[in-house]
């Protein structure tokens, strides 16, 4: 089951400027990541962000957390025709107590960065 | 550093038959996990593995197994193969789990004729 959903559903935009993508949660989590996906391959790891932190940057990204309303946005700034993905993002969460832990992914954000 | 390999890039297969996928994870990690990925589903967890030891298994039929080796690599096996068994596996590790993120391959596309 989808743990995460996202919005919007597709993004279109500018070369240059800003795209932003949300993500709501279902339940308490680890930490919460981002990944990127083009088309047809693999997943890339953008950035993981912990349970007690509210914002973290990474390059041309800045992702924030908020845990009581169990959401977070990805924003990626100065956007270029390379950015063009599929974004997902994931939820790690606590399984059954104990080691286990899996990766809840969200439907993603199909976004495409226009030249 | 050379990154997640998985074998074979492409492949199909008949209904009915088995399938074994392979992935070498990054050197020195120990966790590896599964995925399946469709555009009906989206990206479904299927098992995780570390030091040879099943960790945790998605909501998959007991027709999906998986499997890791003393040097980490892992193998996931499908028997009985159905139409909608059709999609992109991937295969991702981790040192130690989801703590630091995940490094994933580029995936298995697995078509079931």
């Known amino acids: 089951s989808q743990q995460g959903e996202e919005d919007p559903q597709a993004l279109s935009i500018q070369e240059g400027e800003n795209a932003t993508m949300n993500c709501s949660y279902k339940?308490?989590?680890?930490?919460l990541q981002w990944y990127r996906q083009n088309s047809g391959r693999g997943l890339v790891h953008l950035i993981l962000?912990?349970?007690?932190?509210r914002e973290k940057h990474s390059g041309r990204l800045r992702v924030t957390l908020d845990t009581s309303k169990k959401s977070s946005s990805l924003l990626i700034t100065a956007s270029r025709a390379a950015d063009t993905a599929s974004y997902f993002c994931?939820?790690?969460?606590?399984?059954?107590?104990?080691?286990?832990?899996?990766?809840?992914f969200g439907s993603g954000t199909q976004l495409t960065v226009l030249p | 550093k050379a990154g997640v390999t998985q074998t074979p890039r492409y492949l199909i297969k008949t209904r009915g038959q088995q399938v074994t996928l392979s992935c070498s994870p990054i050197?020195?990690?120990?966790?590896v996990s599964w995925y399946q990925q469709t555009p009906g589903q989206g990206l479904q967890f299927l098992f995780e593995?570390?030091?040879?030891?099943?960790?945790n298994k998605g909501n998959f039929p007991g027709r999906f197994s998986g499997r890791q080796f003393s040097n980490s690599r892992s193998e996931m096996n499908v028997s009985t193969l159905e139409l909608g068994d059709s999609a992109l596996y991937l295969c991702?590790?981790?040192?130690?789990?989801?703590?630091?993120?995940?490094?994933f391959g580029s995936g298995t596309r697995l078509t079931v004729v």
């Open positions: 991702a590790s981790s040192f130690s789990g989801s703590d630091y993120g995940y490094t």
């Open positions: 050197s020195g990690h120990r966790s």
């Open positions: 593995y570390f030091s040879e030891t099943q960790r």
């Open positions: 339940t308490s989590i680890n930490n």
């Open positions: 962000i912990r349970s007690n932190e």
């Open positions: 994931a939820t790690d969460a606590p399984l059954h107590g104990g080691s286990a832990r899996q990766l809840t």
